[in-house]
C-alpha cells in the first residue's frame, strides 16, 4: 500500500485519483466540523460549492452551513464552527454545507472510488479504516485558497505516522509531513496556533474552535462520500 | 521584509513576483551546478529550456551542458554533476544548460525584479545576501516535475532559519520548511538520501552528487540572473 499527499488542490490534477481511497483533510475547519456534525447524530451532510445551491437545499428541508473567509453567511442556520454543528436538535437532520476550500477539495477527489473525511477528531478511526483497504492512499489537503497550509499537512503526517508499518512512503511530501509531524505531535495546538490560519480565524474570536479542531480522536467515525452526500 | 516559498512551479500563479527577490533553489542539482561552475571560475551560465537552444548555443562557442531525467545527454559536452561544472577547462567559458527542472524555474522567474540562485553549496552567501537587500523574498523551489521535493523545500527551509530574526515568515510554507529544516539540520545528507529524487538520482550511480550539494558553504557567491544569463 502506497500513500502520497496533494498538498493543495492546485496540484490534485498531478496525481491520478482513479484507483485511490481519498481521504479529505481542511482542519480548520469543514472537515472538523463534518466529524463533529456527523459524530454527534446529524443524518448527513451534503457539501455544495456556492450559496445559491445551499439555499435551494434549504428550502428542501436541509439546515443550512457555511463561511466565507470564515465567517458564518447571514441568510444560514449555521457557520462553520464544530460546536455548530453538535447541536442537539441537529441530531438525524441533514446538512448542506458550502465552505471556502474543503467543499472544493470534496469536489475535486470525485473521480476516485472512494471519499473519506479526516480531521484530528477522528485521526486513529482513519488510520485504522486506512490499515483495513487495500487502496493505495491520498491524502488530500484543502490549504487555504490553493496556498500549502500547516494544520492540514500536520495531520496528513499523522495519518503517515499511524501507517508507518503498513504502508510506502510514495513521494518526499510523505516524507517531510511524517518528520513535520514527529516535531510537532508533543504540542499540536501550539503549532496549529502559529499557522497564518489560526491567525486568521483568531481574529473572529474562535481560539476555543482552533483548540476543539487540534484534539484527537473525539469521534471513532469514518464519514464516506456516498451520491455527493457524507454519511457513516 | 517578508519571507514566501513556492514549492513547485506549478504554483507559481499564486505568487505576486512583480515586487520579489526570487531565489531559484534546484539543490539536485541544477542550481548546485550553477553554483558550483560559477564559484570555479566558469564566466557564465544560460539557462535554456530546450535541447535544440543549448545546441544553437553550442554552434556560437558555449560548453552545452544538460540532462533529461537525471541523465547526460549524449550530444552535450557534460551533463548535471556539480563535478561536470568545476572543470578547471572551463574557467572563463560560458556554459548553455538546460535541466529538466531547475531551468522551468528560472524561466517562470522573469517577472521579478531581481532572481538568484541558491543552494547548499551557497547557503550562507544567499542569506548574507538577502539581509543586505530590502525587497520582500521568495524562495521558489523546481521540485520534480511540478511536486514538492524535499531537499529544495529543506534549502528553504535553512534560509528562512538564516533570516528567523531579520524576516517575517509570510505563509506556512516558510513555517514548514523552517522547522523541517530544524529537525533535520543535524543530518542533512542522511535525509536528502532518503528522498524520492536521491533515490532516484542513487540509480545512476552519483551517490558523491548528493553528497556534495547537501554540504553548506563551499562558495562565498551569489549568482543573478542578468539578461538571461547568470553571472556573479
Redesign the interface.
Known sequence: MKIDIC??P??IQ?FDVSDKCIVVIDVLRATSCMVAGLGSGVESIRPVATVEECEALGKQGYIMAGERGGKKLAQFNIGNSPFDYMQSEFKGKRIAATTTNGTRAIDLSKGAPEVIIGAFLNLSAIVNYLKSQKRDILLFCAG????????D?LFAGAVCDGLKKEAEFD???A??AF??Y???QKDLFY?IS????AARLSKFGIIKDIEYCSSPDAFDIVPKLVDGSLTI
Not at 502559529?194 to 490560519?197: D, L, V
Request: no cysteine; glycine share 4%.
Open positions: 498538498y493543495t492546485e496540484l498531478q487555504w485558497k490553493g496556498h500549502y497550509n500547516l494544520e499537512s513521494s518526499d511530501a516524507i517531510s518528520y513535520l514527529e516535531s510537532m503549532y502559529r499557522s497564518n490560519h
